[in-house]
């Protein structure tokens, strides 16, 4: 099991409400991502981070931010939660950069926006 | 663009029978390919990482091939355990740091 985690597990909020997802990871992994997985479809990339102070969007344009001011941690806020945002987000992270190295995800939040 | 197939989408099959689970792709250029199994409410767990030399691989009752040309993968299931009801998702990392995720299959094994 790998060590990394996720909070809450499962949230429920109303339209218009900031939320913040919460990602940590105790392995000193320089690298951290985060995915939106929508039933039944492929893992897209939101944001991911090479190390402290570094972020970048990914390959899924998203409306939330992300911020990576300790290398443990690695949170999400969406400022405005919309029905649209409903998914299930996924933190990782990697040791490296290299090719090989694996990605350990943690196990999710899902996320319902009413 | 860059794709990854996955077939078939849904998977039943009865505890203790064989199974076997397609991934094809159009990544290139190619690095390498992991499958990963994801229980339902959890994130995925790496099973096996093929790279562009590799034709098989085993983790114990999983096996994974490769077949480099034909853009193909495999992930064998003997003897299935209930345990192994989940969604097997392959990725396919080329060029410098992309990866390409599939759908998944999802698997269910019936006592």
Not at chain 1, 88 to 107: D, K, T
């Amino acid at each position: 099991e790998a060590d990394i985690y996720q909070t809450p597990r499962y949230l429920v909020i109303g339209t218009g409400k900031k939320i913040t997802l919460e990602c940590s990871q105790t392995m000193g992994h320089d690298k951290m991502y985060w995915y939106q997985q929508d039933p039944g479809m492929e893992l897209h990339l939101i944001h991911y981070s090479y190390g402290v102070n570094s972020t970048e969007k990914g390959d899924l344009s998203s409306e939330s931010t992300v911020s990576r001011i300790r290398t443990e941690h690695f949170p999400l806020t969406l400022e405005s939660a919309r029905p649209s945002h409903t998914s299930q987000y996924l933190c990782a992270s990697s040791r490296g950069q290299g090719s090989s190295y694996e990605q350990y995800f943690g196990p999710g939040t899902r996320l319902t926006v009413t | 663009k860059n794709q990854v197939e996955q077939s078939p989408q849904s998977l039943i099959i009865l505890e203790g029978k064989n199974c076997t689970l397609q991934c094809n792709y159009t990544v290139s250029p190619f690095s390498n390919l992991r499958w990963y199994k994801q229980d339902t409410g959890r994130g995925p767990v790496s099973l096996t990482i093929m790279t562009f030399s590799e034709n098989t691989k085993s983790n114990g009752r999983y096996t994974a091939t490769l077949d480099a040309d034909t853009k193909q993968s495999s992930l064998h299931i003997t003897a299935s355990q209930l345990s192994d009801s989940a969604s097997y998702i392959c990725v396919v990392r080329g060029g410098a740091d992309g990866l390409t995720f599939g759908k998944g299959t999802h698997l269910i094994i019936q006592p």
